[in-house]
């Protein structure tokens, strides 16, 4: 269609001008023909044009809907990242919980371990010294009786013998 026109158009501008006149003389049947080509062209051109108009419309509504749907899945993920950031710092706030719970209990079971240990030490300290002191009579009891057998006879017996040498 282009074509047709530009011919359209250097044919008038060759034209023969009338003298003393903005009017030219044109070969009317090539105009005509050239006029008759362009009507015919102009639907297809038209239809084109709409076509390529429509076509535009439905790329930039699925590109708008594309968009759409990127963005809807981006704020999905976004949404499903927050919740597992949050759900990451609630399991860290427990797991810090717990062991602040269980350094307490720790210590408590400690605290209690090193009392009964104690108890039990001081029990046996006790059992420890009874014995000790049983012992030590047992023991002054044996040199008592090591130092009577040591120990010389009574007098009697001495003065026996010396009322015998006299």
Do not use: W
């Not at 076509?55 to 993920?77: K, M, P, T, Y």
């Not at 044996?142 to 010389?152: K, N, S, T, V």
């Amino acid at each position: 269609m282009q074509e047709r026109l530009t011919e359209l158009a250097v044919l008038i501008e060759d034209a023969k001008s009338m003298p003393l006149s903005a009017s030219c003389i044109v070969n009317r049947p090539l105009v005509l023909d050239l006029i008759d080509e362009i009507r015919h062209m102009l639907p297809e051109a038209v239809h084109r044009a709409d076509a390529l108009l429509a076509d535009r419309e439905e790329v930039v509504l699925e590109g708008r809907r594309e968009a759409n749907r990127i963005i809807d899945r981006a704020r999905s993920e976004a949404d499903r990242l927050t919740s597992e950031h949050e759900v990451y710092l609630a399991a860290v706030a427990e797991a810090q919980a717990l062991r602040s719970q269980s350094a307490l209990e720790s210590e408590r079971q400690r605290r209690e371990t090193d009392d009964y240990i104690d108890a039990k030490l001081a029990t046996f300290e006790i059992t420890l010294q009874k014995s000790l002191q049983i012992v030590d009579r047992a023991r002054d009891r044996l040199r008592g009786q090591i130092y009577q057998d040591l120990a010389p006879e009574p007098l009697t017996y001495v003065d026996e013998l010396y009322d015998e040498g006299r």
